[in-house]
Nanobody, 121 residues
Framework: QLQASGGGLVQAGGSLRLSCAASGRAFSTYTMAWFRQAPGKEREFVAAISNRGAYTKYADSVKGRFTISRDNAKNTVYLQMNVVKPEDTAVYYC????????????????WGQGTQVTVSS
């Protein structure tokens, strides 16, 4: 199970940190990722991190502003969101896969319930 938290209302230019806690003992074997879905749009890839945290991938739209990280001792993955923009407003989902850092949602097997992020201008 994946439990996302940390969403909320933030002003443009501000920061927010999302967390996703995973249950189970195999967390360190999974690639973890964040996706987001804005109203009326399809779910899109945001960032992913390899099972040990050595490799990351980012969508061009968030590169340089967002940072994905993980703490395998706490079974938790994070998304630090800096310099947020109104277009970052979406429901953010964490996900997990045994594949090597894919960016397409169909490659992810496990999904959290989502946490709402709203950026005001």
């Amino acid at each position: 199970q994946l439990q996302a938290s940390g969403g909320g209302l933030v002003q443009a230019g501000g920061s927010l940190r999302l967390s996703c806690a995973a249950s189970g003992r195999a967390f360190s074997t999974y690639t973890m990722a964040w996706f987001r879905q804005a109203p009326g749009k399809e779910r899109e890839f945001v960032a992913a991190i390899s099972n040990r945290g050595a490799y990351t991938k980012y969508a061009d739209s968030v590169k340089g502003r967002f940072t994905i990280s993980r703490d395998n001792a706490k079974n938790t993955v994070y998304l630090q969101m800096n310099v947020v923009k109104p277009e970052d407003t979406a429901v953010y989902y964490c996900s997990a896969t045994l594949r090597w850092i894919p960016t397409h949602q169909s490659d992810y097997n496990y999904w959290g319930q989502g946490t709402q992020v709203t950026v005001s201008s």
